[in-house]
């Protein structure tokens, strides 16, 4: 019998950003006073247990999970947390995220500074092993184009992070004609944000960032730059994939298929008509045992299956009920070890431009 296939472990997806790099009234002004005195969540919290009202309770001290690792001084301590869930070969790709410009209030420290703490994150020692490091851009701050050159080529970072509904297109003219050419010269990988929940810029609706979001928004770019890998994260998020396992598709109206970014995610993909699009199962796969069973469906395609990452979304995954080191632990179970192995070290090489098929 041959030997297993060892795994290395590549989570694709996770941000070590803290509060400070948030803005301050994000998502509505109360939430300064919760920042301020993150005790009151405690006090919410003990209120709730008195009470027996443990569904309450479980979420507030799920909130207090999340402020706990959120309020870190830095970077680097984020990371620490994330890496006691994983085996200690594990890879992370690190995505920072610019929110100084989507009208939420101020930022105690710009992109400028997050990227350079990145850096001195993926510098480490201890760390540059496993801190993979995208770097990111909104494409209307003055020296975007810059700051990103910037870190690709004075710090290494390996991949570009954007998230469209903070206030851009994915065809923003200086994204077309500088970033994404830099891109496929430069051998760099995309991140995109592509699920209906998540942060956005102050005042578009819910139709505005749906429209600069869904996966029909990227066509464009794909047609355009074929050697571009473009990695929609989410797999279109929670809410479609509910519809999708839930609910189906009436045959008869296939435009409803279109319209769900999970279903349309998988029939771009197995379409044959876009090689460089991904995917990846981060914060969608924390709903475990609701969603494991349809990703195992779509794993069952061959063309899906070669282009699904693994990855968490952490910390944004503190709010949920389940740890890091329990999903993937349920998950590696769950699709067993051989295509376990392709989605999160196989699959992960090639996005990273590390090797070919």
């Not at 998230?163 to 065809?171: F, R, V």
């Not at 005042?203 to 996966?215: E, F, H, I, L, S």
């Not at 998020?237 to 409803?256: H, M, T, V």
């Amino acid at each position: 019998m041959p030997e297993p296939k060892k795994t290395q472990i590549t989570n694709c997806h996770i941000h070590t950003f803290t509060t400070s790099h948030a803005p301050k009234y994000f998502p509505v002004r109360s939430v300064v006073v919760f920042r301020a005195a993150p005790w009151l969540v405690t006090g919410l919290r003990w209120g709730a247990s008195v009470l027996r009202m443990p569904e309450t309770a479980s979420m507030l001290q799920r909130l207090e999970n999340f402020h706990d690792t959120s309020s870190h001084r830095k970077q680097s301590e984020v990371f620490r947390e994330v890496r006691n869930y994983y085996p200690s070969d594990t890879r992370f790709v690190v995505l920072p995220m610019d929110m100084a410009l989507i009208g939420h209030g101020p930022v105690d420290k710009d992109i400028y500074d997050q990227h350079t703490e990145l850096a001195e994150l993926a510098a480490d020692p201890k760390y540059k092993a496993q801190v993979i490091a995208f770097g990111t851009i909104y494409p209307d701050r003055e020296d975007g184009v810059e700051e990103f050159k910037r870190v690709v080529e004075e710090h290494g970072f390996r991949g570009l992070k954007l998230y469209n509904k903070l206030g851009y297109a994915p065809d923003h003219p200086v994204l077309m004609e500088q970033i994404y050419p830099y891109c496929v010269e430069k051998n760099i990988p995309v991140m995109v944000h592509c699920s209906r929940g998540g942060v956005y810029h102050k005042g578009w609706t819910q139709a505005r960032r749906d429209k600069v979001t869904a996966p029909d928004a990227w066509l464009d770019v794909l047609k355009e730059f074929k050697d571009l890998r473009v990695c929609l994260a989410h797999w279109g998020g929670e809410s479609d994939w509910i519809i999708n396992r839930r609910d189906g598709f009436d045959p008869d109206k296939p435009e409803a298929k279109m319209r769900n970014w999970a279903a349309r995610i998988e029939e771009l993909i197995s379409s044959g008509d876009y090689p460089n699009l991904w995917t990846d199962i981060s914060y969608t796969m924390f709903k475990f045992d609701e969603n494991v069973p349809l990703l195992r469906a779509y794993l069952s395609n061959p063309k899906i299956r070669k282009r699904v990452l693994f990855g968490s979304d952490f910390y944004m995954t503190r709010n949920e009920k389940l740890s890091e080191k329990e999903i993937s632990l349920r998950l590696r179970h769950a699709l067993g070890e051989e295509i376990f192995h392709d989605i999160a070290d196989v699959n992960p090489r090639i996005w990273l431009g590390e090797t070919t098929e």
